[in-house]
């Protein structure tokens, strides 16, 4: 089917989000905007404005009252998802590259960056969940990776019981953040990681990296489970929830190198890979400059990607998608 | 050496008590002697005192003019009492200033003759003291046993019958069998086995590879070194056709002082300065060495092969363009008849392939044949002419006028010689192009002119057949090297064109069997046995079709009236493909597959192959990071004679029968065991994920926090949506 094309930022896309229902889209950009959208016509529902830098993150919790958003310009928000009103704004030393909300909602994680002599932290600030009440301006901890390479991307396993972060040098570590103790380090990558996203009920987690390829691994034992190879530097990966045991990666030549070759050449597609088999089963073009970010819809039934070019393509799935069996 | 002992219990207490004689046995250091620019000259005249001054001043300024400055006061002349007068010894030592002198001294006074009876003898001091050292007693050298060599077609006696390709990228060199759809099987591979690239010999026996030092040839089973030849600074080399000779250039002129002393020199003063060398490759031993001939003030790009071989071996020729074929015997590599063949103005020759004592019938030469061709110098026509050699005798000549460009291409039997003449209008405004095509076949040689109106920027015979494919253009862009603004050639609109001999009519003569139009292609694969043809887009930045024709398709059998009717009727394009990044195509030696590369020595991205069948049919596709180069590896001639060939021919049935039932067996047995690891991946993830969900579940029981549903199913919020179009809208005034 022909994909919704979401034309609502005039710089590239960093993350893309759904929320638990999986009806609104929210799409954060390097032109500083937040937007959300309605995910079934790709209306807009509004912006969130605030931000004086790009912005590069984005989450919301899993009522869907509250959108925390990180930037470029050293702050994190949370928002009022249905006014738009911002209710907090967290000062950092740097700029937050990656938050998320734990499946509680009463915490956040905020990956920083290292830069001007500040090292690069995973901070976790609490969240009051009363839309009306006052948050917290002190954090609840400080995760330091001293003298380590910086954290890139994080994550919170089930139960909040670990904080698990991607490094610029292709390492992953697990946290125990209350303790504030690296309790396993593994480098299963060569390169940076770009992106970290969890399964549903964050028991395992698929990691994407400069290296070309994506990888599972189990949250609790940092077990590799699964690896994915392809022929070039991805930027996002994700797990496909129901229906088919799929894995989507994407990614591209870097964005410095693109406009030297022809968007075929690029590898500007998400690639549907069999999560199982490590197959690749299919190909779904359409950007015109690598892939940055990608969601799948938590029903199973369609999926977005945004990228460098400024656009979000929102796929509902076609019919074959769900016949689809593999032989085995 | 015998192996070292240790007793534990008595180790040496200082250094001093180790014995390192055998050490410094084994590795003695060369003592700088400093005697390197010390020679000796002999045989000088003997002269008294009298003469004596003279002399020595004669002497230093002959050798100061053919060697070098000699140190001061270093021109030594030992003399001795005879008879009450002191006369010289007949010999003198002379110290040069450096090393280079002496050698040159060697090099240019050896030999010299300074009057009728006094020859010079310059020999290097150390020489002198190394000669006079030697052992006079004869011992005779150690004969060396006989080492069986491997079997060098081991490659052949593959129980399937299957094909090797040797594939070179980043820094490894590899070795591979074709198995089709499946993962090539790995035979060999070794890091940086060469350091310029690959070639086989052209029948396959040996890989070679190419070295600052020179190059080896590699092959057998165990892919050990077979032969090696020094060749400082080899860019290029050309195997005769049979394997027997190998000839190699460098762009460095051999330098044999320089020459790392110790290592292997098969140089002597004679091959100084020259550029090209042929070798023998069994016994690696070097033949002859040539010069590169500068006919233009400017130095040209060579052209390769610079020596032509007879298909025999026997001959070998190079071109001195404008001037002369020389024309060289093997292994004596003497010229044939002692000169070249002086041709005023030849620009360009070719060997016919066919061989005189192959026993073919349609071949009426009893020797060897080439043509050359010569072009128009002013009121001379351009010449197309087939010489024999070594008779050097004419056999068939053909002017020609108006021509810009002649090239030569024989059929792979010699039985025909296409000329194809680019020619100008009287005008000189715009280029068409003739076929000049020569049928040696036929005992009087008829030559055939086929006027092509538009330029033909490919041209290939079917091997073994006499059928030929064009490619032609009248876009205008053709010679265009770039567009303006620095952008990519436009992509030429072309035609693809196959021509037969038709017998059919009073005339015999070639003509078109079918055209297809509307093109990009503009290179021409055949498969080596004839019938299947690729015709390729190359060398453009956007387009990289593959097209696959079949010259023979049989049409279905309700079809068959319409095929007598129409001559190109069997002709089809039967699949056309696209390799993003094509850069080269390579046939299997049995014509039964095509492997297109991407190499990153000309594109920038996507490098890896792909391997397709004769039919156009994707079998494997790999990306394989800084791929460079694959090639098959070549097979020898059938050792089959024409009855068994035959034979097999007739009963193909049986024996594709048999094949066919392995392949039926491999292939099941390939997808059960692909089956099987799916299936044992499959059930290892969801034993994983049971035990994983199970322990989620108690860990979340264990705090009261039960998992929540994804999204909270039955309780989807349904919304409607009332959508109101105006249709239409008519106004009315109601009176």
Redesign the interface.
């Given at each position: 089917m022909r994909p919704i094309l979401l034309q609502g930022h005039t710089r590239s896309l960093t993350q893309i989000k759904y929320n638990?229902?999986?009806d609104l889209l929210f799409s954060v950009s390097k032109d500083k905007i937040v937007n959300v959208w309605y995910s079934h016509n790709g209306e807009r529902l509004g912006s969130y404005s605030g931000h004086q830098g790009a912005v590069w993150t984005v989450d919301v919790n899993?009522t869907s009252t509250m959108a925390i958003t990180g930037s470029a310009d050293n702050t994190a928000m949370l928002w009022n998802v249905q006014t738009g009103k911002c209710l907090k704004t967290w000062e950092f030393k740097t700029a937050v590259k990656r938050v998320e909300f734990n499946?509680?909602d009463d915490m956040a994680l905020c990956v920083t960056e290292e830069r001007m002599g500040y090292p690069g932290t995973v901070t976790v600030i609490s969240i009051n969940p009363d839309l009306e009440a006052a948050q917290s301006d002190e954090p609840v901890a400080t995760i330091v990776n001293d003298g380590g390479p910086k954290a890139v991307v994080a994550g919170w396993t089930?139960?909040n019981k670990f904080i698990i972060c991607g490094h610029v040098d292709g390492s992953i570590t697990q946290w125990d953040w209350k303790a504030n103790e690296k309790l396993n380090t593994i480098k299963p990558h060569s390169e940076s990681l770009t992106d970290i996203q969890f399964s549903?009920?964050r028991?395992?987690f698929i990691t994407s990296s400069k290296d070309k390829s994506a990888k599972i691994f189990?949250t609790i034992t940092l077990d590799e489970?699964k690896k994915y190879e392809t022929?070039t530097p991805l930027n996002s990966a994700s797990i496909t929830?129901k229906f088919q045991?799929f894995v989507i990666v994407g990614g591209g030549?870097d964005a410095m190198n693109v406009t030297?070759?022809?968007a075929?050449?690029g590898k500007f597609e998400c690639r549907f890979w069999h999560?199982?088999?490590?197959e690749e089963c299919g190909r779904v073009r359409g950007h015109f400059g690598p892939i940055n970010t990608i969601a799948v819809h938590?029903?199973g039934k369609g999926f977005s990607s945004g990228g460098e070019d400024g656009y979000v393509r929102v796929h509902t799935f076609d019919s074959d998608y769900f016949k689809f069996k593999?032989?085995? | 050496m015998p192996a070292a002992t240790f007793d534990p219990k008595n180790f040496p207490e200082t250094e001093e008590d180790i014995d390192f004689t055998d050490i410094e046995q084994a590795y003695p250091l060369p003592k700088d002697e400093g005697f390197d620019s010390l020679v000796v000259v002999d045989n000088v005249p003997v002269v008294d005192q009298s003469k004596e001054e003279k002399l020595v001043t004669v002497l230093k300024k002959l050798i100061t003019k053919a060697a070098g400055p000699i140190k001061e006061n270093g021109l030594f002349m030992p003399t001795e009492n005879k008879d009450g007068k002191r006369v010289s010894k007949g010999y003198c030592f002379v110290d040069f200033e450096n090393a280079e002198s002496a050698h040159a001294a060697i090099k240019n006074l050896d030999g010299h003759r300074m009057d009728k009876s006094h020859v010079l003898a310059v020999n290097r001091l150390t020489d002198i003291e190394k000669y006079t050292a030697m052992n006079d007693q004869y011992v005779e050298p150690e004969q060396e046993e006989f080492v069986q060599k491997e079997h060098l077609r081991s490659w052949l006696t593959d129980s399937q019958a299957r094909d090797q390709w040797v594939m070179y990228r980043a820094d490894d060199v590899s070795i591979f069998w074709n198995r089709k759809t499946e993962t090539p099987e790995h035979e060999y591979s070794r890091t940086n086995w060469t350091e310029t690239y690959v070639q086989w010999s052209p029948l396959g026996t040996y890989l070679t590879t190419f070295h600052r030092q020179g190059i080896a040839l590699w092959g057998g089973p165990s892919w050990n070194k077979i032969v090696r030849f020094v060749h400082p600074g080899v860019k290029l080399i050309d195997f005769s056709p049979n394997e027997r000779y190998l000839v190699t250039w460098s762009n460095e002129p051999i330098n044999v002082s320089r020459i790392p002393e110790g290592s292997v020199n098969p140089f002597t003063e004679e091959d100084e300065g020259n550029q090209i060398v042929i070798w023998d490759t069994l016994t690696g031993a070097l033949l002859r060495s040539f010069p590169v001939v500068q006919t233009g003030d400017a130095p040209k790009a060579i052209s390769w092969p610079m020596f032509k071989w007879a298909p025999t071996e026997k001959y070998f020729a190079r071109l001195v363009a404008g001037q002369q074929i020389s024309i060289y015997e093997a292994p004596s590599m003497g010229l044939v008849g002692k000169k070249s063949v002086k041709i005023d103005g030849v620009a360009d020759f070719e060997w016919s392939p066919a061989n005189p004592n192959s026993g073919d019938d349609k071949i009426f030469q009893k020797e060897e044949v080439l043509a050359y061709w010569t072009p128009e110098v002013g009121n001379q026509p351009a010449r197309v002419t087939i010489m024999g050699v070594p008779s050097k005798e004419i056999i068939r000549t053909k002017n020609l006028f108006n021509v810009n460009d002649c090239k030569l291409q024989w059929q792979s039997q010699g039985h025909y010689l296409a000329v194809k003449v680019d020619r100008h209008t009287k005008t000189k405004k715009s280029t068409f192009t003739n076929l000049e095509i020569f049928r040696l076949c036929q005992k009087e040689i008829p030559v055939e002119t086929l006027e092509i109106k538009e330029a033909v920027i490919a041209f290939a015979w079917e091997p073994k057949g006499d059928r030929f494919a064009i490619i032609t253009t009248s876009d205008p862009n053709l010679g265009v090297s770039a567009g303006p603004n620095g952008q990519a050639p436009a992509i030429l609109k072309t035609s693809v064109g196959f021509y037969y001999l038709d017998n059919s009519k009073a005339v015999v003569a070639y003509r078109p069997l079918k055209i297809f139009d509307k093109k990009t292609s503009n290179h021409l694969f055949w498969s080596p046995k004839g019938r299947h043809l690729v015709a390729a887009t190359l060398r453009s930045t956007t387009v990289f079709d593959l097209e696959f024709y079949d010259l023979d398709l049989e049409p279905a059998a309700d079809k068959k009236d319409i095929a007598k009717e129409d001559v190109g009727a069997n002709v089809h394009l039967i699949s056309t493909q696209e390799h993003y990044g094509v850069t080269d195509v390579e046939w299997d030696p049995t014509g039964r597959f095509v492997i297109t590369g991407s190499s990153m020595w000309r594109h920038t991205a996507d490098h890896g192959y792909c391997l397709w069948d004769f039919k156009g049919l994707l079998l494997f596709r790999q990306t394989i990071d800084k791929f460079k180069q694959l090639l098959w590896r070549p097979r020898p001639e059938s050792l089959l004679s024409k009855e068994q060939k035959k034979k097999v021919r007739k009963n193909l049935r049986q024996y594709s029968k048999v094949f066919e039932e392995e392949d039926l067996a491999v292939g099941d047995a390939a997808t059960a065991k692909l089956v099987a690891t799916r299936r044992k991946l499959v059930e290892q993830w969801y034993t994983w994920r049971k035990q994983t969900e199970k322990r989620v579940a108690e860990e979340r029981a264990e705090v009261g926090k039960e998992i929540k549903t994804a999204s909270d199913e039955g309780k989807l919020e349904v919304v409607e949506e009332w959508i109101e179009e105006v249709v239409e809208e008519t106004e009315e005034i109601v009176e």
């Open positions: 638990r229902e999986g899993s499946e509680d089930y139960l549903t009920d028991s395992y189990d489970l022929d929830p045991e030549q030297t070759t022809s075929r050449a999560k199982i088999l490590e938590p029903d593999s032989d085995h | -």
